[in-house]
């Protein structure tokens, strides 16, 4: 069993940065889909990035923004968030899928408030 766990969220003024981790308990190297979903109140769990087979794939919304990264030697996946926007306030989740399961971490909270 993978435990996902996110951190790096925060409070960040608009057009501020943030960068979030997303670390494994085990080795990632044979996950082939990783990524980054966000929930805000009362919406629905959206994917906001995600990484597969090397093809990084993005919501629109968010495209020339976020960019999400993988380090396998450090189990470890990235969402570096720039010139972030009220709109993108959420809790984010990472999201692995395995060999053996399909795992999520807790959720880190990002608010961008002035």
């Known amino acids: 069993q993978v435990q996902l766990v996110e951190s790096g969220g925060g409070l960040v003024q608009p057009g501020g940065s943030l960068r979030l981790s997303c670390a494994a308990s085990?080795?990632?190297?044979?996950?082939?889909?990783m990524g980054w979903y966000r929930q805000a109140p009362e919406k629905q769990r959206e994917l906001v990035a995600s990484?597969?087979?090397?093809?990084?794939n993005y919501k629109d919304s968010v495209k020339g923004r976020f960019t999400i990264s993988r380090d396998n030697a450090k189990n470890t996946i990235y969402l570096q968030m720039n010139s972030l926007k009220p709109e993108d306030a959420a809790v984010y989740y990472c999201?692995?899928?395995?060999?053996?399961?399909?795992?999520w971490g807790q959720g880190t909270q990002v608010t961008v408030s002035s």
């Open positions: 990484t597969s087979a090397g093809i990084r």
């Open positions: 999201r692995g899928i395995g060999p053996r399961g399909n795992y």
């Open positions: 085990g080795s990632i190297f044979s996950f082939n889909f």
